[in-house]
């Protein structure tokens, strides 16, 4: 099974207005850790925002939110007030702390995301 | 603010021939990933290490991939001989190992091969 989903392959969305990203994870470990990174067309990993499972307030990052939904594995990223610039792919990864995990981190398949102006 | 060094940028080659990438991660970083990523699609892990010590390569084509970290700073990945199916970002990425926070993981920005 997939360890981590993103069933959006692609959105568009009006310049200024908010965008949610879904993602969904498999884990049976009870610590783990949520990212969300962005990849502009340049090629390059941005992180943006971070989740653990034990926190229990939900991450803010500027105008990046994270939507976690601990009972349901999911933690959708939500962009507010989108502008060109987060034009990108955006990738949902989980990193798993057990010990046959070893601490790598697992990526989704992306969410391309293209912000009209 | 510090960064994770990656070369070259782009490499193009031709398949059969043997080809290198470097990494230097951000210093203090004990942990270093390589991933490779295929267009269109997410990153996938191709070695794991702590320190000099490989923790995972389960993903590793050992039949032509090599990877070494050999005084457990920098890194480099090569693949000998490449193959068509090669083509893909090589991402390097490294981490602090201590504490118990995020400890994101920092991405240089990619080494893209294209194999003719």
């Known amino acids: 099974a997939q360890k981590i989903t993103q069933t959006q392959p692609g959105m568009f969305v009006q310049e200024k207005e908010a965008v949610t990203l879904d993602c969904t994870y498999d884990?049976?470990?009870?610590?783990?850790?949520l990212f969300w990174y962005k990849q502009p067309s340049s090629g390059e990993m941005i992180f943006l925002i971070y989740?653990?499972?034990?926190?229990?307030q939900n991450a803010t990052e500027g105008r990046y939110s994270l939507n976690f939904q601990k009972a349901r594995k999911s933690a959708n990223l939500v962009i507010s007030a989108s502008q060109l610039g987060d034009s990108a792919m955006y990738f949902c990864?989980?990193?798993?702390?057990?010990?046959?995990?070893?601490?790598?981190?697992?990526f989704g398949g992306g969410t391309r995301v293209l912000v009209k102006p | 603010e510090a960064e994770v060094a990656q070369s070259p940028r782009y490499k193009i080659t031709e398949k059969s021939q043997a080809v290198a990438f470097w990494c230097d991660p951000i210093?203090?970083?004990?942990?270093l990933y390589w991933y490779r990523q295929i267009l269109g699609q997410g990153p996938e892990l191709l070695v794991q290490?702590?320190?000099?010590?490989?923790?995972?390569d389960s993903q590793l084509p050992k039949d032509r991939f090599s990877a070494e970290r050999l005084k457990g700073v920098d890194s480099t990945l090569k693949i000998q001989p490449a193959e068509l199916g090669d083509s893909a970002m090589y991402l390097c990425?490294?981490?602090?190992?201590?504490?118990?926070?995020?400890?994101?993981?920092?991405f240089g920005a990619g080494s893209r091969l294209t194999v003719l």
């Open positions: 990425a490294s981490r602090y190992s201590g504490g118990s926070g995020a400890n994101v993981l920092t």
């Open positions: 884990t049976s470990d009870q610590s783990y850790g």
């Open positions: 989740q653990g499972s034990y926190d229990e």
């Open positions: 990864a989980m990193r798993e702390r057990g010990e046959a995990a070893g601490n790598k981190l697992t």
């Open positions: 210093s203090g970083h004990a942990t």
């Open positions: 290490f702590q320190d000099e010590s490989v923790v995972d």
